[in-house]
């Protein structure tokens, strides 16, 4: 079911190369990938995983609430970031020019089911 | 300069808090804040210099492309950073209901005004 889901929001996001469902140990629990050449997206989003801890923590510290999305626009990728608990959140990785704001609204709109999935 | 700059940042975006310049090091070059209760803006800053940092090097490591822009939504702001060079970085805090939009568009614009004055 997390498949299903990992997949709506990834055809769903114009330009969308791929979704994972991870904790922030940096152990995905699902993944769904278009193929995509020079780049190995399960990878970024590990990597991602330790960044988005000290986020997590820095918002705490720093008394800014917690942290709901991160996003990060490098040359050639986007990735929309939203944490769906404390243990685990959903990333979505685009092509530059893909659909910033669809990728949001998906994230957001499928953030409930996620979060029921894994209750 | 510098503080004309980010006074239009901060001005111009609706439900923005405040503008610093600052470098992967965490010191600020100019800075401009509105008065807001509860928050050292400052602070915010540079523990997300540090955040950057790790950011900026795993794009290399993971062959994405250098780092562009990075927004972090939180329970109670929005803080939207633009790379300005190697060495030098523009973020602005906004209200959570702020204009994300012009944020983003007015960080775009004037990136090349803070470049050539870093120059």
């Given at each position: 079911?997390?498949?299903?889901?990992?997949?709506?929001?990834?055809e769903?996001?114009?330009?969308?190369?791929?979704?994972?469902?991870?904790?922030?140990?940096?152990?995905?629990?699902?993944?769904?990938?278009?193929?995509?050449?020079?780049?190995?997206l399960?990878?970024?989003?590990?990597?991602?995983?330790?960044?988005?801890?000290?986020?997590k923590?820095?918002?705490?510290?720093?008394?800014?609430?917690?942290?709901?999305?991160?996003?990060?626009?490098?040359?050639?990728?986007?990735?929309?970031?939203?944490?769906?608990?404390?243990?685990?959140?959903?990333?979505?990785?685009?092509?530059?020019?893909g659909?910033?704001?669809?990728?949001?609204?998906l994230?957001?709109?499928?953030a409930?089911?996620?979060?029921?999935?894994?209750?």
């Amino acid at each position: 079911m997390f498949n299903a889901i990992l997949k709506t929001i990834v055809e769903g996001t114009g330009g969308g190369i791929g979704a994972v469902l991870m904790g922030y140990d940096g152990i995905a629990i699902e993944q769904h990938f278009e193929p995509c050449e020079g780049i190995d997206l399960h990878l970024v989003a590990v990597e991602y995983a330790n960044i988005l801890k000290e986020i997590k923590k820095a918002a705490v510290v720093l008394n800014i609430g917690f942290m709901e999305e991160v996003s990060i626009r490098t040359e050639r990728f986007l990735v929309v970031i939203r944490a769906l608990s404390d243990e685990y959140f959903v990333a979505l990785t685009l092509k530059r020019d893909g659909n910033f704001g669809k990728a949001r609204y998906l994230l957001m709109k499928e953030a409930g089911s996620l979060r029921e999935a894994l209750a």
